[in-house]
Nanobody, 126 residues
Framework: QVKLVESGGGSVQPGGSLRLSCAAS????????MGWLRQAPGKEREGVAY???????VYADSVKDRFTVSVDNAKNTLYLQMNSLKPEDTAMYYC????????????????????WSQGTQVTVAS
């Protein structure tokens, strides 16, 4: 049984940083593509950052150069380092993983991911 357990959300002031973690069990990180998505109130869920089977990464334009997705194979954990946070980054953040696709693009429909974390709230406000 695959389980993705997320941690690290919270409240931070604009310009601050947070790191989200997603610990996987029953699933090996980087065995297929994984990533982070977010959903703000009243908006659709959107892809933020994905890491593919070969370690390549893709980022939404809105977070490029501010967010970094990475994995720790030894801990079987996916991370999202978020720097220079802005109020518009406020959302519920989810990690998600694919069962079969080695590559994910940002045009991928979120519902195509096979496994999901419970989500964690990130609030950026002064």
């Amino acid at each position: 049984q695959v389980k993705l357990v997320e941690s690290g959300g919270g409240s931070v002031q604009p310009g601050g940083s947070l790191r989200l973690s997603c610990a996987a069990s029953g699933y090996t990180v980087l065995s297929k593509c994984m990533g982070w998505l977010r959903q703000a109130p009243g908006k659709e869920r959107e892809g933020v950052a994905y890491i593919n089977e070969d370690g390549s990464t893709v980022y939404a334009d809105s977070v490029k150069d501010r967010f970094t997705v990475s994995v720790d194979n030894a801990k079987n954990t996916l991370y999202l380092q978020m720097n220079s946070l802005k109020p518009e980054d406020t959302a519920m953040y989810y990690c998600a993983a694919e069962a079969s696709s080695p590559y994910c693009s940002l045009t991928r429909r979120p519902e195509r991911f096979d496994y999901w974390s419970q989500g964690t709230q990130v609030t950026v406000a002064s």
